[in-house]
């Protein structure tokens, strides 16, 4: 941007603020045209959340589909499937499980509780299959479609239940189901996932319950007949993993085909098919136009706050040496990144009523701390030039306020709507303030590091990436109590992606790294507090 005079720099960044608002505004609009047509209901079955999607056109009467999420999932992930069944005739029941989503009851103990966790499972599983029951307009036929967690606990629904007229498991997993293939059973994997994982789809299809019976078991062929009940299909969706497959077309179209199949089998009378929900591209233009239009309000506000002579929120102390030595560097980023977990084997973290949350919350604060200590130490050694915080000018402290407010509501509102849940149900808004004290300790050193002067190129990157790996070495000292870590990395590495761009924009907005810390421990907070799972202690 230094080439480019000012006028050039405000001319691109309108017109990037234009693409940015066309992008965010089409995504929005083709994620919410998508329920045109349709009637929602939002609902409980007892204090179980409950949605039910319904054409809005009359009918006689119409065969339903409870759609069930998996672990630390919610309601709104299972949308697409929701709408796709709707639009083909069918009636759509989405729920939360307790400790998710908004559901305001824990699930009990912890996973190593594994009865009783199945027991309140299953339990809301099968009040949501009564709930369906007696719904106005059905005709008594239900199907199950489950993802991950749940498609083990809707197999065993189907086992249990003869009357379940077809099942639907995406990346159906082991969790103890006998291996026997329910009434009419369509198992759906993404393309991405371990092979591990797919060979239970496959042997479950296959239907002998031995390690080889699914080794003839073709992707896309069907065995059995849908009147019999003996159906039996196993699908990959190309190009998808644990969580891009709910949004897959292979899998929209593959599970709502074979909800059609098995419900015209046993007299269901549906219209013609009608296109299915593939709303991943949409999904994606949003977050990415969202994020993206911070760009042009960091330098709206950047100007704006330059133009009044705002002191900005830093000061700088005596100009130090160039850049760390490699080895300094190494000893300030890897040391806290390896240390962390160690130490963290000697430290009780069962204090606070959220799954996991409150070993985050420790992982985050302790390797914050030692950062800041380290930094500290070579600041005081005459190698590190200091930051020091002072109260910033009210130009400064708004825009700060703006940046925050657009890197949290501005992009978790059409998350919670279309995507997952992020209201904070009972009982987890004081979790979030629990979670932000360990959060803001690791994002105020990591950003004071990072956009120091005297970091190095790929600083920001490299300690995303030595954070990341201290969880992965956290998970493999612990793996029976810490294994669930592995599945939300994924979702932590994206939020580093989307937050880390944000940082940088807050920076150009206030001349601060703080107001980027903030904003980025308030979301991952928030998302922690929300997310997982709630439990009982």
Known sequence: MGLLSGRAVAVLATLFALAALLLAGRSLQSLEAARS??????????????????????????????????????????QAFAVSAARNGMVAVTFDFPGHGRHPQPLPGSLQEHDALLASLLGALGDAVAFARTLPGTDGRIALLGHSMASDLVVRQAQADPSIVATVGVSLVYGG?????????????????????????????????????GAGVEPGRTLGRFEEGTARRFVLAPGAEHIGVLYHGTSQQEAIAWLRQAFEATGSVLPVAMPVDTRGLAIAGLLAGTVALAWPLSLLLGAIRARYRSAGAVARGPTAPGRLARREWLWLTLGPALATPLLLRLVPSHFLPILLGDYLLLHFGLCGLLTATAAAWLARQGRLEPLTVQWPAPTTALAALLMIAWATLAIG??????????????????????????????????????????????????????????????VAMDLSRLFFLVIIIPAILVMFIAYGLLSRCCLRATGSPWTGAIASALAFAWGIAVTFPAISR
């Open 177 to 213: 189901a006998r291996m026997e293939a329910p009434r009419n059973l369509l198992s759906i994997y993404g393309s991405l996932e371990p092979e591990a994982v797919q060979s239970f789809g496959r042997r479950m299809v296959g239907t002998a319950g031995n390690e080889s019976a």
């Open 37 to 78: 047509g349709l009637v929602l209901e939002r609902t409980q079955a007892g204090t179980m959340p409950v949605t039910v999607f319904r054409p809005a056109d009359p009918a006689p009467a119409r065969p339903a589909v409870v759609i069930a999420h998996g672990f630390a999932g919610s309601q709104q992930l299972m």
């Open 413 to 474: 509102m059409p998350i919670d709507r279309h995507i997952f849940n992020l209201w904070p149900a009972d009982g987890r808004g004081p979790l979030i303030l629990a979670l932000l004290a360990g959060t803001v300790c690791w994002a105020m050193a990591d950003e004071a590091l990072t956009r120091h002067p005297q970091a190095p190129r790929f600083a920001y990157a490299t300690t995303k990436a030595l954070f990341i790996g201290s969880l992965v070495l956290a």
